[in-house]
Nanobody, 125 residues
Framework: VQLQASGGGLVQGGESLRLSCSGSGLTLEGFGMGWFRQAPGKEREWVSY????????DYADSVMGRFTISEDVDENTVYLQMNSLKPEDTAVYFCGTTNEYNPQHYYDLNSYAYWGQGTQVTVSS
């Protein structure tokens, strides 16, 4: 089982990036999927969640209206479209699969079993 996160980079404030999380050895559609981020010196924080086959989409208040989570089932990939990026969005972004079917506390790190390696997003002012 492996998750591969990619798509990070260095952008200016107001620009956009799309992160990808592809899976091997598991079908992402069958799992809840989350995006988290970790800035230097800070704890990993929840960013967004996609429920498995139930239509759930949720976002942290700090990214609501700017970020969108989506997936391509055929490509076994989940995306995080990030628009209107701000310097405070600078962090390493991680994708993860939940350890149970559509957990209630999907914003909690402990609800996740597998993680991708992280991709760096840097937003300059």
């Amino acid at each position: 089982v492996q998750l591969q996160a990619s798509g990070g980079g260095l952008v200016q404030g107001g620009e956009s990036l799309r992160l990808s999380c592809s899976g091997s050895g598991l079908t992402l559609e069958g799992f809840g999927m989350g995006w988290f981020r970790q800035a230097p010196g800070k704890e990993r924080e929840w960013v967004s969640y996609r429920g498995s086959r139930d239509g759930t989409r949720d976002y942290a208040d700090s990214v609501m209206g700017r970020f969108t989570i989506s997936e391509d089932v055929d490509e076994n990939t989940v995306y995080l479209q990030m628009n209107s990026l701000k310097p405070e969005d600078t962090a390493v972004y991680f994708c993860g699969t939940t350890n149970e079917y559509n957990p209630q506390h999907y914003y909690d790190l402990n609800s996740y079993a597998y993680w991708g390696q992280g991709t760096q997003v840097t937003v300059s002012s």
